[in-house]
């Protein structure tokens, strides 16, 4: 593999640990973008990323549970999975994303109500919150029903 390739994996699995993810799932999602191959094999994940095969299959166990990545079996090999990234869930991942916004959203406003003015820094933080969510949620729908 190539060293922009590689780094651009190795910034992946930085990006899915800052949302939670463990690296090696962040290692395997920026593998599977970056890569032309378009399905991957257990063994191909292991000798590509060179990682242990217990970590690999936490992390795709991990990935498949919450719907990241699906698989695939072909009539030809019963016994080979083959993983890719699933658009289905790609999609409800940003869908939650658009969804934990609105809760905030929701929240803040709640909050919002019982606070008094003796923190006028924190309110004005907080209806800008409100105020970005209220223009970013409608935008980030619209352009999530195009996809």
């Known amino acids: 593999m190539n060293v922009k390739k590689q780094t651009l994996i190795n910034k992946s699995a930085s990006l899915y640990k800052m949302i939670g993810y463990p690296p ?4 395997i999602m920026g593998l599977l973008y970056v890569s ?15 990682i242990s095969k217990s970590a690999i299959s936490k992390s795709l166990k991990f990935l498949l549970e919450i719907k990241e990545i ?3 079996i072909k009539k030809d090999n019963k016994r080979k999975r083959y993983f890719y ?18 809760v905030r959203q929701s929240l803040l406003e709640q ?5 008094n003015e003796d923190n006028k820094e924190l309110n004005e933080l907080i209806k800008s919150e409100i105020s970005f969510s209220k223009a970013i ?4 729908e619209k352009e999530l029903k195009k996809f």
């Open 24 to 27: 090696t799932a962040g290692q």
């Open 36 to 50: 032309d191959q378009k399905y991957f094999t257990f063994q191909e994940l292991i000798d590509t990323l060179k």
């Open 70 to 72: 699906s698989f695939k």
């Open 85 to 102: 990234i699933s658009k289905k869930g790609t999609i409800k991942s940003l869908q939650q994303w658009i969804d934990s916004l609105a």
């Open 111 to 115: 909050i919002l109500t019982l606070r």
């Open 137 to 140: 949620i409608p935008f980030v």
